[in-house]
């Protein structure tokens, strides 16, 4: 069992740059700033035209630069101020920081927080906020985090720069504890923050802090924002919640491309592609131009509903009427639509068209579309490439793998497995995982490491029986990826995590309520259609989200069709 959600990951107290030597408060000759960048024409100008001393006329050239997003010519600027030795103030250095952080250019951001702090600037709330903020930016989350934890007042920006930050570079646990202590400490998140913290929702799956914060932000009237409810729509929409991000989207008083994006690829994610391309079809009625994600969501939707004519004009619209060059993910969705409607090879005609040499994803999505359709001679090929492009990848050594033992050349399976090992590829473990009551019980394949484990694996044993007797179900052992024979074999395949999942949840989620879990692979055939069947047994809904999109099972169905 992980420990409940939010779950704080460990907080590094790195300080932040270390000051010059230089005494608080003098001005430090030489300057630690880098060479300032050329400027362009407009800075030249000022440059050139200006011959005063007043500070104040400088902030306002830097302010109005940062504001157009001029940040080169702000940061030369701010340069030119300091060699000029003009007094830099509490109102220069937070456009400056924001500049630098707009410009990626770490080193001239930490010369800026040197000065700031030798110059005793750093005690100002705004240059402090503008601080956590350009670490943010820049990915260097110790040394936000450093000043954030050494402000002694802080105010809904301070907490709302951090908390995006973490956000946007992916630390969402951390970014759900601090929405916590946000909200602990008395502050009420702003819009901003709202957003931030939804987005971490999505990404760790957290459905029910998701609607909590949904709640509180409606209280305060700030679901309407246009970045709020986008937020809200990708939330639920990838916490398998498409009902509830259809709500929000039908009660948005304004929509943008992010908001009619947000919901096609939500509904092509839940298996309702004709509603993905319904949707696109509203979109463009509204005046709303596509954009390169938006066009993702079609084509995925179209792979994954079947629909090939439809996915080829919208793929061949992209560049002709929108001025929208496909990318490798629109090709990869390309490659996965022709690959499952069985024109394999078709798929891999496409790839010697691409202007660019196909990436890894492409030849995962046709390496993909072989192992469904068991066409070892392309898988081969494709697995090949990808061995070049990334030798270390442990995917394309499963996925051949899989090719293989499909059609019981054990041999081969051994072969790929010893080659994967040599090249020090390692295979990330199957892990499937569940909230309950704000906890997460996370599940790998046959492991009892649950302090319920024995009665989780007697409920899969009856889960297998029900559904043998009831349903005449017989395991497909041709996904097992040992030779142990056939009982050997679907006794492997009883213990993938995903089963675990369910029947934990069979155990311990109230009659009525969805079953909800979350798998990090590619749920295997055996276990879509035995766990189609437990739902029918049982009369649940089961909702399962796998590396590819989710499935909402019941009454022995899915919503992808069997087209996954």
């Not at 050349?409 to 994967?420: I, P």
């Not at 590829?425 to 009551?437: F, I, V």
């Not at 749920?523 to 879509?528: A, I, P």
Request: negative net charge.
């Amino acid at each position: 069992m992980r420990s409940p959600i939010p779950t704080p990951s460990p907080r590094p107290s790195a300080p932040a740059p270390p000051p010059p030597s230089s005494a608080p408060g003098s001005k430090p000759m030489p300057s630690p700033l880098p060479p300032p960048s050329p400027a362009t024409p407009s800075a030249k100008r000022v440059l050139e035209s200006s011959d005063s001393d007043d500070p104040i006329s400088w902030n306002v050239l830097i302010v109005n630069c940062t504001r157009g997003a001029l940040h080169t010519n702000a940061l030369t600027l701010f340069a030119e101020m300091h060699r000029r030795g003009l007094a830099l103030d509490e109102f220069t250095y937070p456009p400056a920081l924001n500049s630098a952080a707009y410009t990626g250019a770490s080193g001239t951001g930490g010369c800026i927080h040197c000065q700031v702090l030798l110059n005793g600037f750093d005690s100002h709330m705004h240059v402090a906020n503008a601080l956590v903020d350009m670490y943010g930016k820049l990915g260097s989350l110790n040394c936000a985090q450093g000043v954030f934890d050494r402000m002694p007042k802080r105010d809904v920006v301070t907490w709302t720069s951090l908390l995006v930050g973490l956000a946007r570079q992916g630390s969402h646990d951390a970014a759900l504890q601090l929405y916590s202590d946000m909200r602990a400490h008395g502050v009420d998140p702003d819009e901003f923050a709202t957003a931030g913290v939804l987005s971490s929702c999505a990404s760790s799956t957290a459905l029910e802090l998701g609607r909590q914060v949904h709640a509180a932000s409606a209280r305060r009237g700030i679901d309407t924002f246009l970045s709020v409810s986008n937020s809200l729509i990708t939330m639920y929409a990838r916490s398998g919640s498409i009902n509830d991000a259809c709500a929000v989207f039908d009660a948005s008083p304004r929509r943008d491309a992010v908001t009619w994006t947000a919901l096609i690829v939500g509904c092509a994610q839940n298996g309702r592609g004709r509603d993905s391309l319904r949707l696109y079809d509203e979109m463009l009625q509204a005046g709303v131009r596509p954009d390169y994600v938006t066009f993702i969501g079609l084509l995925f939707s179209c792979s994954h509903a079947g629909m090939v004519e439809p996915g080829r004009a919208h793929f061949d619209s992209m560049e002709k009427v929108y001025g929208v060059a496909p990318g490798p993910e629109h090709y990869a969705c390309m490659v996965d639509l022709l690959g499952r409607s069985g024109r394999v090879e078709e798929a891999a005609h496409l790839l010697e068209g691409m202007s660019g040499k196909p990436d890894a994803t492409v030849w995962k999505a046709l390496l993909a579309a072989c192992r469904a359709h068991r066409n070892a001679a392309l898988a081969e090929r494709a697995a090949e490439r990808l061995f070049e492009l990334a030798p270390a990848d442990a995917v394309p050594y499963v996925m051949l793998s899989n090719v293989y033992s499909a059609a019981g050349r054990w041999g081969d399976v051994a072969r790929v497995r010893s080659l994967m090992r040599a090249r020090g590829a390692s295979k990330e473990p199957g892990r499937s995982w569940m909230e309950q009551d704000g906890a997460v019980h996370e599940f790998r394949a046959g492991e009892r490491d649950h302090e319920r484990a024995a009665e989780i694996f007697a409920k899969v044993g009856e889960m297998m029986q029900r559904i043998e007797e009831e349903e005449e179900h017989t395991a497909d052992t041709g996904f097992a990826l040992h030779d142990e024979g056939e009982e050997g074999k679907a006794a492997e395949l009883a213990r993938h995590s995903e089963r675990l999942a369910v029947a934990w949840a069979l155990i311990s989620v109230p009659p009525g309520k969805p079953i909800r879990v979350y798998k990090n692979l590619r749920v295997c055939g055996d276990c879509h259609t035995t766990l189609k069947l437990v739902a029918k047994a049982y009369e649940r809904t089961i909702v399962l989200r796998d590396a590819n999109c989710f499935h909402h099972m019941r009454e022995g169905l899915c919503s992808c069709g069997d087209y996954w």
